[in-house]
């Protein structure tokens, strides 16, 4: 899966660049690495950092596959053969963001950061054969159904429409510390706890076009699916930030962090299948409900996210000053959701940020 590659490539470049600016005064001789690097704890003032970042991310779980498209292939007389398509939503990319707010205390680099992100990614999807002139009929899919007793797969429907949404939120509260590595290089190791809500909804809705051959009238049958499956947890998070300065304006900053959250994960499914009288289109003949929903499931998830930046600032006066930057960031929960009732799925995110932050003396 492409987001693998790219979550590999991060993490290399952001272990070896390195983040989170300081600005020396004066130093307190840290532990040698290696024979000629000199460590160092930058002294600070008691100061504030606020950042704000626009998110253009995208949802890089398992697509919802909805549907199959089935069309008699009729090239050969002697022979029918029903060929099948499967009807897939591919996640889009959409916006959100993140604020952050960073405290640091006076004395030898250490700080304390709170920040909270949210994300909420849409997207849908159709299928109608008969209305681009393919023969052809839509079929429920099997991933779909979640098991539901009354669903025929073999049924044929006129079209479907489906649609996914992917909602995140996360709050982390961290402690740091600055540490400068020669001249150029400055490390942010922190720890601290991740809170995080993982929640995605898919919907199908099946329509079987019905005329009344006497009166000319449009009736329909419908199938209306909902899936549901969602996890929250909390747990201990780790890393690092990095910076590499070019010089007084620019540097380079990439950070590489990993969480093991704890919580529970919740999945649910429902049909609603709806008859209407084909005499009159509005009115319902019959209707059946089924309610499907799985053991709420205590399980531990790691996460792992890295990201990498090209930042421009300046200081304005007194130890004031402002930043922006631009890079892509990469995030994967391991086996949080559930994208049937028996097999686990990721939920991973990725995409560019921009950001913009104010340091305040």
Not at 38 to 50: D, E, K, Y
Not at 129 to 142: K, N
Not at 189 to 212: C, H, M, Q, S
Request: charged share 15%; no cysteine.
């Amino acid at each position: 899966m492409k987001i693998n590659k790219i979550t590999l490539s991060l993490l290399a470049l952001s272990v070896s660049s390195v983040a989170l600016a300081g600005h020396p005064g004066d130093e307190t001789m840290l532990p040698a690495a290696a024979a000629g690097v000199n460590l160092t704890a930058p002294h600070q003032a008691g100061s504030w950092t606020f950042g704000v970042e626009a998110l253009y991310w995208q949802a890089g779980n398992q697509d919802f596959t909805y549907a199959q498209i089935g069309s008699v292939d009729n090239s050969d007389p002697d022979e029918n053969v029903t060929n099948f398509q499967n009807a897939s939503i591919d996640s889009d990319y959409d916006w959100g963001f993140k604020v952050d707010a960073t405290y640091h205390f006076a004395g030898n680099g250490r700080d304390v950061t709170l920040s909270y992100t949210h994300l909420d990614v849409d997207a849908d999807d159709s299928v109608a054969p008969a209305s681009v002139g393919a023969v052809g009929d839509v079929f429920p899919s099997a991933a779909t159904s979640r098991n539901f007793a009354n669903v025929s797969l073999g049924q044929a429907w006129d079209n479907a429409h489906a649609s996914s949404e992917n909602e995140y939120d996360s709050v982390d509260l961290t402690f740091g510390q600055k540490i400068q590595v020669g001249q150029r290089v400055y490390l942010h190791p922190f720890a601290g706890l991740r809170w995080a809500d993982l929640d995605t909804r898919d919907k199908v809705n099946y329509v079987d076009e019905i005329i009344n051959t006497t009166t000319g009238i449009n009736s329909s049958e419908q199938l209306n699916v909902k899936l549901r499956s969602s996890f929250e947890g909390i747990g201990p998070r780790f890393g690092t930030d990095a910076q590499v300065n070019i010089n007084q304006a620019w540097s380079i900053r990439g950070r590489v962090g990993v969480s093991l959250l704890v919580g529970d994960t919740d999945s649910s499914a429902k049909m609603v299948g709806t008859a209407f009288s084909i005499s009159s289109p509005t009115t319902i003949a019959s209707q059946t409900t089924q309610n499907f929903r799985a053991d709420s499931q205590t399980r531990v998830v790691p996460e792992a996210d890295a990201r990498l930046g090209v930042n421009w600032g300046t200081q304005i006066n007194n130890g004031a000053g402002i930043n922006f930057e631009v890079g892509y960031e990469v995030s994967n929960y391991f086996d949080a959701l559930e994208s049937t009732f028996s097999q686990s799925d990721d939920f991973a995110l990725f995409g560019p940020y921009l950001r913009f932050q104010v340091d305040l003396a």
